[in-house]
């Protein structure tokens, strides 16, 4: 099994690549100079040279508020580089898995959304990522839209690196406390994609039921606030010297271009149901990766 991930130095991407494989199986990264997913011969090449069985598509534009101002530039990548890869691998006949987003969603349904939970968009990045959804589904129906959320770990920029390091920096920090939603550490989402690339895997002849959209994220949810805090306890606990007071603000009291939604909570429980897999909650998340970024590994 050779799988090719997209988006090399990205934060999902580089906890791809540690995952432990089976043997004989064998998974190659490729960058934005490599293999920039915009540009169609350049896929070409790309999966000519690498011959993989399936593709994971971690590259993205994931800049919420730039995205409302180079909106062309988000829709060329989430949009249109995901139709090229799902063309890709229709022509090579291999199943793609599209990672996607609960910002597909409005937050005004006031439970957590499932995969038939009609998506509504509220700002550019969400709009050019249903985009690319709807392209990907059309195109080629051997692929997986997996929407996550939240996304966070020692990888990369995310929201949990930011916290630690402001914290180290200031003695306030204001913390939306008013957005919910389901967070999700990228350690944990890298396992669960190679555990279903391995029962896609075993399980040729049923594959059918490997399609479509599901959702993917930590157990359990938070607001920015509950996650903000829980990251110092642990740092605290760690022995790191983060001194900052964590602060519940409304998201009024903050000057953001892109309009959020509320409570973006997912649903996962058709990966359950279909391929028998659960990420771990999010507070498991945050400590394995607070524990990482306060001391490296050589
Ligand atoms: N981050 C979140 O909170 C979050 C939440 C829900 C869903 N998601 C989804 O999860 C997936 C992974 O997100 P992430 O946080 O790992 O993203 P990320 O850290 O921002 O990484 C995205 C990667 O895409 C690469 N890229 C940019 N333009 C490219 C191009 N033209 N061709 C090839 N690669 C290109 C970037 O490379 P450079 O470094 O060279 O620019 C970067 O390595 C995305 O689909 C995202 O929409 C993320």
């Known amino acids: 099994m050779r799988i090719l991930v997209t988006g090399r130095s990205g934060q999902l991407a580089r906890a791809l690549v540690e995952?432990?494989?089976?043997?004989?199986?064998?998974?190659?990264?490729?960058?934005?100079?490599?293999?920039?997913?915009?540009?169609?011969?350049?896929?070409?090449?790309?999966?000519?040279?690498?011959?993989?069985?399936?593709?994971?598509?971690?590259?993205?534009?994931?800049?919420?508020?730039?995205?409302?101002?180079?909106?062309?530039?988000?829709?060329?990548?989430?949009?249109?580089?995901?139709?090229?890869?799902?063309?890709?691998?229709?022509?090579?006949?291999?199943?793609?898995?599209?990672?996607?987003?609960?910002?597909?969603?409005?937050?005004?349904?006031?439970?957590?959304?499932?995969?038939?939970?009609?998506?509504?968009?509220?700002?550019v990045y969400g709009h050019s990522k249903l985009a690319g959804e709807q392209a990907v589904m059309a195109i080629w129906e051997r692929s997986i839209v997996l929407r996550t959320a939240w996304l966070f770990g020692p990888y990369g920029r995310n929201f949990l690196r930011r916290i630690l390091k402001l914290a180290q920096e200031r003695k306030m920090l204001p913390v939306v406390a008013d957005q919910r939603g389901s967070p999700t550490c990228a350690l944990h989402l890298a396992e669960v994609i190679v555990e279903m690339i391995r029962r896609m895997a075993e399980?040729?002849?049923?594959?059918?039921?490997?399609?479509?959209?599901?959702?993917?994220?930590g157990g359990g949810d938070a607001s920015?606030?509950?996650?903000?805090?829980?990251?110092?306890?642990?740092?605290?606990?760690?022995?790191?010297?983060?001194?900052?007071?964590?602060?519940?603000?409304?998201?009024?009291?903050?000057?953001?271009?892109?309009?959020?939604?509320?409570?973006s909570?997912?649903?996962s429980s058709r990966l359950q149901e279909v391929f028998g897999l659960r990420l771990p909650c999010w507070r498991e998340g945050v400590s394995i990766s607070v524990q990482r970024v306060s001391r490296p590994e050589k």
């Open 19 to 123: 995952v432990p494989l089976p043997s004989g199986w064998r998974m190659v990264a490729l960058g934005r100079r490599e293999m920039d997913v915009t540009m169609p011969d350049r896929i070409r090449g790309g999966m000519e040279r690498i011959g993989p069985d399936i593709v994971v598509n971690t590259a993205a534009w994931t800049d919420v508020e730039r995205a409302e101002e180079e909106r062309e530039e988000a829709l060329a990548l989430n949009r249109d580089g995901a139709a090229y890869l799902a063309e890709a691998c229709k022509r090579r006949g291999i199943p793609l898995i599209h990672i996607s987003t609960d910002y597909v969603f409005d937050g005004r349904k006031g439970a957590a959304y499932v995969e038939d939970d009609r998506p509504h968009p509220l700002n």
């Open 203 to 217: 399980e040729r002849a049923a594959s059918r039921r490997f399609q479509g959209i599901f959702h993917a994220a």
């Open 224 to 263: 920015w606030h509950d996650l903000a805090v829980e990251v110092l306890r642990v740092a605290r606990r760690l022995g790191m010297s983060v001194t900052a007071q964590v602060v519940p603000v409304r998201t009024e009291e903050r000057s953001a271009r892109a309009v959020r939604p509320a409570d």
């Open 265 to 267: 909570r997912l649903d």
